[in-house]
């Protein structure tokens, strides 16, 4: 311990904020009640907390730890400094988990605390993701370097006391870069943890942790792959019951398990088996949201125990379903033959399926993506389907190889956000394919499709009226609140005030009046829908025939068939697919 610290008395400020982003016009993102809780603020405070239970500064010195996720929570910087000062500075503010589309947000918001002379520090995948695929530190981590802000790259388990330490003595190093020693999480001393007060800040009282890291696979698009590895890494069952417990303590019961794949987590079973004991043996009530591949249903008991396990809605990457796409972007693992099967296979034990969908894969045009919704809505009997514009992401191999090639690519990165064109399309115009994604939506979520999707539910036992609320979320949130529904929350909040450097503080006679006006017209179109859906499901409950509803959809897949569609939708040879993969891998 530095000499520096000895004999003092005094309150270390931790601040870790999770930043949100800008929308279109400026204003920062945020709810009153957000839907999709942060894993890496949950894991990086339950690791500050840690260390000031274990009171790594000296027994004289509290830690004192405030978490802030400002997609539910407004972040004054003001109150911050204020605090701040009482200590003479005593502490840091972390800028946690920053994606690309948030490091803007970041900088800004950092801007004001170095101002004020408070230390910063960024971490997460922005960061990361630059460091590990680019051979030079793009402009905007430059700058932030320059303004004094340090950065952390690569996974914090090991190295936080470290951060910690070199803090207090004013000493942070400009950057920690730990990309290349991944750390174990089998039984990380603290685990991910947020107190109640800010799990009640998302809709459902959710709170997430991730029972694993890291993925085997090689898809080009992603960025997770080239910041936690390809080689996977596990919380043991011991550690992901201590999670459990110590939540369900506080009275949080649901859970979002973060992990891009769980059914690649090599102890799935030893877990499920587990979670199955506290709910069936323990009588705990638990729910939980997990995200796999499409080949899930080949693994052994896999489903069946996900339902015994508690879990009530899965996120599958389908990603897209023209094979020369799928080929195009290293997404082999997914074959289109094998979706309805799987899809089926979660239908049986009556579960909620949430479906990715990215658009802009090399093959795709405004008329193949148009063909491919139609194919999905007949053919696969998926809950809610969300559409996501393919993005070069800092961090992924398409970023690296556009970089390389010097392709160009939008420089704001509050663009990266999955809802904007950043960079030119071999088939489409970037207004073109904008337009493509918006329309998506509609196409997808017709008055039709919505009762297909509710009747199809209702023959699998799933609850119509917790269907519903998804399907007004996923149908409405990019045409009524113009953002995609991951982001979208319970009621958005503007503030006049906190808008994006360079665009100007509207006076208020003219932005309460447009606020008000959005949040009735929104609350209109919302209204309707709901009505709309309500109707759906009366006229479903009052059907006798409904609980024999079938579609082709809903037909289990034989082997012809499965050949059939996957001949349907090839639009172009296996050999055109091999010479596209090698261009864009760049050999
Ligand atoms: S399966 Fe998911 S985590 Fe794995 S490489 Fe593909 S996109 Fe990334």
Known sequence: MPNALEGR????????IKPSHYDEDGYVIQWVRSTMPSNSLAAVNGL???ASKRQILGPDTTINVTAIDETNTRVRPKDIIRRFRKNGNFGFVGLVGVQSNEFPRALDLAQKFLDAGIQVIIGGFHVSGCLAMLEEMPADLRVAQQKGITFFAGEIEEHFDEVIKD????ELKPIYDHMAELPGIGTVSAPPFLEKKFVERTVGNVTSFDAGRGCPFQCSFCTIINVQGRKSRYRSPDSVEE???????QGVNRFFITDDNFARNKDWE???DRLIKLREIDGLDLGFMIQVDTQCHKINNFIEKSARAGVTRVFIGLENINPDNLIAAKKRQNKLTEYRKMLLAWKDVGLMTFAGYILGLSNDTPQSIRRDIKIIQDELPIDALEFFILTPLP????HQVLDKKGVAMDKDMNLYELEHVVTDHPKMSRQEWQQAYHDAWNDFYTPQHLETILRRAFVSGIKLRRLMIVLLWFSGAVPVERVHPLQAGLFRRKIRTERRPGMPIEPVWVFYPKYLGEIVSKSIAFARRWRQLDLMIRRIEQDHNAGRYTD???QPVEDDHMEDMELYTQTQSARTAVTRERRVAGL
Do not use: H, P
């Open 9 to 16: 008395t005094d309150k270390f400020e931790l601040f870790l």
């Open 48 to 50: 500050a907390c840690g």
């Open 167 to 170: 803090a207090a003595v004013r």
């Open 243 to 249: 999670i459990i417990r110590s939540n369900y303590k």
């Open 270 to 272: 030893a877990i499920y």
């Open 395 to 398: 961090g992924s191999e398409d």
């Open 552 to 554: 082709a959809a809903m």
